[in-house]
């Protein structure tokens, strides 16, 4: 395959087709033209503009903007003593999870906390999010107390999930080694100011580290949130910074739709979703990233999902999901975006062994080639199966998996998230729809003031189970 | 909250809201009407038969109906040989690996590789679906071969991850046993007749198992693809099969719609589709139920996404999906169905403890509660403020995840599947949309008689570039 070499400082290169309204013409079908996104180009500048402006003045919502030139001195420090316990254990739900798994999941080797710690020379560690008896249980006997340190975040300190797991852990801690050999084991990443975890770090005397109140958890990532756990588990913190940093300096000299990739995935996902795509399905070729999608689908379906409309993020893995979604994804409804992402050949490759056995020299195709070549063929494969029944699709290709390139990543669909945002005129930093349920929930828990709600819920929960079947 | 108590022995319940079209009386805006759905009862009942019948003759794909009744002495002979290693290794992918990890999950403690011999008293389980070098490395690392199973599962022989994935161990395994010895720690799943596999086991001596040729992939959980690392583990097959077999006398004896769940969802899935309801999110509150919705969207997306029709199933996850999924999904647009399924609580619980901080008084409505229940009221919280919103949402209620629940859900959802299918008129047990991106792959790998689709792809792929840019 003639491809285009990319440059050793390269971040990633995006590719798609584009429809040529020309009948006679070649052209891919399931495409956008570019008369359908060079509208977008002048609010896409002033939306430009804007988030820019307003995150000098350090507007609401907009700390993500400015976090690849904090000073990360204060997480450093606290990683460097982070990584000399056995184990980590975080505490903590939605963004103040989904970014650690993404960066450990590309940054580390797999099976992490099951290599020996020679191979390992840092802590293993576990993540407690889900409010899960079983998985708390399972974590608590797997660590020894004395060796392990617990980062529990929450920026409003009132999490429900995080608070209750945190509970159960910080009484075992105290049980175990008393109130102030508990306390040492424990760091806090919260609000400078508000809620409950900031005067819980003082009351005990334990470590913490700021969650910037102008950065919302699922712009965290580049933030303490994200960065302690990397940085205590030897993922290079400033070079995640760099990449982000890089990415900033180079969008903002990016000033038109055919030189601005975050502007053209704004606007052509915009242009799909009113064509009728209502989903954007996000597919790494690459096992690292699979937590990527995790991360943006949070990212994504909560920035944009509003007042009715929104396009839901999907998430998908290649090669994996040919065996389970790709027949839907070719052969079913024309309703969704595709992204691909694939890489450049890594280092490490296996080249695929011959064999002597006579019943499979129907394989022998497969004899000396490379793995990595096989997925990127794949990768390739599933794209052109999508083009050809008429599915646009977006390519993205990362040299290669670095902290830099990752960090740029990260900033680069922060980016494109909020500027969709400014396109579809909502706002990317709020999230009113999940109060709801969390109300409900205090109504049902007997929390005092919410006794109204309690009602509610149990007047919708009969209704929703008048039709019930046992088997 | 008053809810119906279950009774040991039963299997699940389902529940949901009816609309009610008098607009004077309550109903519940996004829920369907009982008109909606009656119109299906006769289509369903000829396909229920249809389904009998054809399984009873042996016909293609519907091999799944049996399964339950099946000898499974061959698999448990070879599960008790399994068992003795140290650890197995599974090589397959799609439906000859999301089951097993379904099963595993729900079935397993948490952290299985991660325990200690002694609490586990099974092997620990590795799983090598994807082709990536870093992983496949990572496991190789991780065993010591001597005291490794490895077990090969592809009904064809010739999935191309798979087989790839399998001569890189093979030859590992060859160059440090020697090929007798490799060859005493393999075991194929594969057809019986078809394909390279069986003539492989014949040529070097291994064990085999038979995955039934009317048993599809996506289907073939309970068949020896599923059950043979489960009960090497330690999970009861017959357990898992009995409840599949309670489950489809049960289903055979409700012949209305108003009292054969698989009937009713089968049918609100067409009602909710064609309302423009395009994604169906399977929402299990329960880490230990995280991968049966990867199994689902396998069944489902596979089995239904056919002709330019089929809804995309949606992976999520309560409570972790409040914190990143909810946000779009009430206030979001009304394009998904939702089912929700939880399970009532289980022996394994935490309470939360009090503490003495005082920092922390705010949270003393969580201190003496438990975590199922905050579970519990969390899935009730969502689906009443999915209902409040006009959201379709089923509720499916498990007592315990238990081997034999599980067996009657899978075998459940299968039923449905396929109902569904004969509903929308599409045959639920082929998969032809597979086929282009393989046959792509071939091409781009060279193998002999497929020049044509290297072209094509590559022709593709070029239009596909047509737009590029770097950052």
Known sequence: MPEKRNSASDLFTISFGMAVSDPSSAGMSGAAEWTDVAPFEEILRAGSLRLSEGASRGEEGLGWKTLPWKNIDPVEETARWLSEFGSIVQIGIGGSALGNQMLHGALLP??????????????????????????????????????????????????????????????????????????????????????????????????????????????????????????????????????AAELEEKLSSRTTLQTNPAWLLAALSVVHYRKGRNMTVMMPYEDALDRFSEWYAQLWGESLGKNGSGSTPVKALGAIDQHSQIQLYTDGPDDKLFTVISTSDGEEDIIIPETEEKSLMGLSYLFGQSMNSLRRYEALSTMAALAKTGKPVISLKLPEIDPRRLGALIQFYENVTALTGYILDVNPFDQPGVEQGKNYTYGLMGRPNYSSQALEVTELAEELSLQQITL
Chains 1, 2 share one sequence.
């Open 110 to 243: 797999p099976y992490w906390n099951e290599l020996p710690r020679s191979k390992r020379d840092a802590p293993r560690f576990f993540l407690s999010d889900n409010v899960d008896p079983r998985d708390n249980h399972g974590v608590w006997n797997l660590i020894e107390a004395e060796k392990t340190a617990f980062v529990v975040i929450s920026k409003s300190g009132s999490t429900a999930e995080t608070m209750a797991n945190f509970l159960f852990f910080w009484d075992r801690l105290k049980v175990e080694l008393g109130p102030k050999r508990a306390a040492e084991r424990v760091v806090v990443i919260t609000d400078e100011k508000q809620g409950a975890l900031r005067p819980f770090a003082e009351e005990i005397g334990c470590r913490s580290l700021v969650l910037p109140s102008d950065v919302g958890g699922r712009f965290s990532v580049l933030s303490p949130v994200g960065l302690l756990s990397a940085s205590a588990l030897g993922i290079s913190a400033p070079k995640l910074l760099q990449g």
